[in-house]
């Protein structure tokens, strides 16, 4: 009984990899002409955006926050780099957008922690307020530039060679100072993943200049939040704010900040997509989409709505497999309402799960459970 | 051990299933090449006689479930010459819109693939459609018509409404392969890079529905649809007759980003300022054609304007319609005169009962149909004119029975 339940538990901590894993093989194996290096391309370009955007959302659920507005800011922010672009460049409408987007989640960590609004109805605030400005900067249209390299270097152009030094040499190096024990599994992978990167880098084309932006803005994410002193402080408001109060964490910094580097991650994401495209639209539609991927991917990445848990890289998995399966869905050529289904159906499976396995973790609350297991045992 | 076990496995079985896959891609396409290889020497000989028999296929018969023509011939429409500089004229200026109204008329093509000119049977397409509507469901129903009398095999990739999901399938639909797309961009300009895209990967596309912005024109072999501006200037002029060319109007609009987003509130303004002076604009608004919406969009400006509003242009004739009339009925306004971009069931309905003066026609199923036959003409090898419209046409109360059963 035991190993079902550390089996469970083990599929559970490991679900969007485990999905992602399931899926892939099944679209490769069935799915035709899913299992190519354009296809493949197409699948990690297309997660770009809400790559980035579920860093900084990640962050927001684990301080046991929610924002919701991450999709109007990603559609606000693109539309202002693109907007801002024939005037300023590119690296300027850059930093402004992005700026942009750290006021607004400046905004929202300032309304949260000094008002005292629920976070749900502040973001929700924030986000119709910048639908509205969003329609009156682009008059409800779209907004474009006739300039398409930028784009085209972003899907299939390559780095210059000292960047592409610079990136294998910091790769190599977090793995050197990580000094990974070679025989436990956790040693082999930060060994072989980054290996098998870097081959699959040099040789193929499958990782373009964008998927390899937002591998980097995902490792500084994954460093700051999980391998930083400063960074598990995220953790321990969101789990417990009491218990970081008196650990004399500033627990109102932390929700601003994680706030702040929501909208900065959304900005960058809507950024860059506009980029791509060398244009950004108006229509709702695609803030809301962002909005709700975006939200599925974290949830089924294992990041709990409660806070104090969620990893970053599991919900970038989370992201992926959901771009599999909008790609296979494509591939099979099925139909739209098909796939709204299928999201559908992951994400109740999902959520029941967790919200079965709190259950279970408030009925046990307070009682020891190694007692438990041994009265068991003697039993 | 256990979970060492289980990893290894997972990925073992992860790279087992992805060579897989890729190996037997491969060995398809390699079978596929030497076949068509092998076709190619045996077929030399018959390919005059499969773009004969293309030619013989007459699609001209077949009766869309309106009762009408699926196929009707396409109009042409006389392009007045370009202003200077468009965007410096006021927006009540037909010029400033020229290059939304006339785009693809006058553009210079770029890179397009030359047709084989080997007949359409047989033949693979995919069809990049904006999103699901039941105006996109009959759109469909008519696009398999012609997809059946032709044996062309399609792929329907739906993008939701999403730019960033059609961009998404824009690479997809690059990876089957297809001998042509049929591009109904969710964004009018956003969809220049994406169509860029296609055109380099050497396949010819068929814009539908949405007419790009110019930039995107230049990519595309031809343009099929509806041409707003030109139905919308006829019911502007319907209309401005049905007020006795005086009073107050509103323009409900349609989605942001879609052309006829412009082409349905600019195209009626711009006309009554020369058609009817004495008619006044008092407000226009996007209701993104949802019935609730549009509801409180047309009541907030009866109790705005009062008796000074006088008529109604929606640039949809479904919800909008539903919105609109609920609007009408519970501020006892049913004298407001009320025209619509059409032709669905519920504008067919509201034109019977008198609440909406007249429709603008427009068949979804043709709309479907023709873009897929001006694909089947470029693989005819035939000559076309860059831009096909549907037939322009206002269905009345005089005639709105020729146009039952709705298509949508």
Known sequence: MHKSKNIISLIDQNRAILLLILLTCFSAIFAPNFANRMNLSTILISGCMLAIISVGFTLVFILAQIDLSIGATAQFCGMLCVGLQPELGWTLSLIIAVLAGALIGLFNGIVVVKFKIHSFIATIGTMTIIRGILHLYSDGGTKSIDNYSLGEFLETGQFPIWFIIIVIGAIILFVVLSRPDVKTIKGITTIVVPAVFIILWLTTKLFSPIVIITFIIISIGIFLVDHTRFGKGFYVVGGNPETAWLAGINKDMYIILGFVICGITASLAGSIFAMRLSSMTARFIFAQKALMTSLAAVIIGGTQLTGGKGNILKSYFGVLMFQVLFNMIGCFGLGFEIQIFINGLILAVVVFYEAYTNYRHELLKGQRPELLKEAQSIR | ?408
Request: charged letters at 25%; glycine letters at 8%; one cysteine or more.
């Open chain 2, 1 to 408: 051990m256990f979970k060492k076990c289980f990893s290894v496995i997972l990925v073992m079985s992860l790279l087992v299933t992805l060579f897989v896959g890729c190996g037997s891609k491969e060995k398809e396409e390699k079978v596929e090449k030497t076949d068509s290889d092998k076709a190619s020497v045996s077929d030399n000989t018959n390919e005059k006689s499969n773009l004969d028999k293309s030619k013989e296929i007459d699609v001209f018969s077949i009766i869309g479930s309106d009762g009408q023509p699926l196929i009707l011939p396409t109009e042409k429409k006389e392009v007045p010459d370009r202003p200077e500089d468009p965007k410096a004229l006021a927006e009540e200026d037909a010029g400033h819109w020229w290059d939304i109204e006339y785009a693809g008329w006058t553009t210079k093509k770029e890179n397009l693939p030359k047709s084989p000119a080997d007949g359409a049977i047989g033949k693979k397409v995919v069809l990049l459609k904006a999103g699901d509507h039941p105006y996109w469901t009959a759109y469909v129903n008519g696009f398999t018509q012609i997809a059946e009398a032709y044996d062309i095999e399609v792929k329907i990739l739906n993008g939701n409404w999403n730019m960033d999901l059609q961009s998404q399938q824009v690479d997809q639909a690059i990876n089957e392969k297809p001998d042509a797309v049929i591009f109904a961009p969710v964004d009018a300009t956003a969809c220049a890079p994406l169509m860029r895209k296609i055109n380099q990967a050497g396949i010819p596309i068929i814009a539908s529905n949405t007419i790009p912005a110019e930039a995107a024109m230049k990519y595309c072999t031809a343009w099929t649809g509806p041409d707003d501006w030109g139905q919308f200037r006829m019911l502007a002029k319907y209309f401005a007759d049905e007020m006795g060319k005086e009073g107050g109007y509103a323009i409900v609009r349609h989605m942001p980003g879609s052309s006829p987003y412009f082409a349905r509130t600019f195209a009626p303004i711009t006309e009554l300022v020369d058609y009817a002076p004495d008619m006044k604009l008092l407000a226009m608004d996007t209701a993104n054609l949802e019935a609730e919406a549009t509801m409180q969009l047309v009541s907030d400006w009866i109790t705005k304007y009062g008796d000074e509003l006088k008529g109604l242009i929606l640039a949809g004739d479904g919800f909008s319609m539903t919105g609109t009339e609920e609007a009408l009925k519970n501020a006892g306004r049913e004298d407001i005169v009320v025209v619509a971009a059409g032709n669905s069931k519920t504008g067919m309905d509201a034109v019977k009962n008198g609440v909406c003066s007249g429709i603008t026609y427009q068949s979804a199923e043709g709309d479907g149909a023709i873009a897929l036959f001006t694909a089947v003409r470029y693989f005819n090898g035939e000559e076309m004119d860059p831009v096909a419209y549907l037939p322009r046409h206002i269905i009345t109360a005089d005639d709105v029975d020729n146009y039952m059963p709705a298509q949508w």
